[in-house]
């Protein structure tokens, strides 16, 4: 039906960058606001960054500044650039968009993606 993968994530070490990548696939009808939250071992998942359709963005206090949303409405894709990163922000991060799909062009629901991990040390 539908589908979110992330990619792009991996080691890096403090001060660097990584972008990542999200592409949804499937029977998209129509794709509103996608964002990237995540999710640190021991704590609550928590919203790092959104964006509309129309491109307004959203951002955790904590990333403002160093992180950049950005999508594609062509290409179904979103992108989050991370620059200086810290090791607090170590983490799995989720792709999260609002779809509406064929079977129910009327019904927007929330769909995940399996995660992709960053870990920002030294």
């Known amino acids: 039906q539908v589908q979110l993968v992330e990619s792009g994530g991996g080691l890096v070490q403090p001060g660097g960058s990584l972008r990542l990548s999200c592409a949804a696939s499937g029977s998209i009808f129509n794709i509103y606001t996608m964002g990237w939250y995540r999710q640190a071992p021991g704590k609550q998942r928590e919203l790092v960054a959104t964006i509309t359709r129309g491109g307004t963005t959203n951002y955790a206090d904590s990333v403002k500044g160093r992180f950049t949303i950005s999508r594609d409405n062509a290409e179904n894709t979103v992108h989050l650039q991370m620059n200086s990163l810290k090791p607090e922000d170590t983490a799995v991060y989720f792709c999260?968009?609002?779809?509406?799909?064929?079977?129910?062009?009327?019904?927007?629901?929330?769909?995940w993606g399996k995660g992709t991990l960053v870990t920002v040390s030294s």
């Open positions: 999260k968009s609002q779809i509406a799909t064929l079977l129910e062009t009327g019904r927007v629901m929330d769909y």
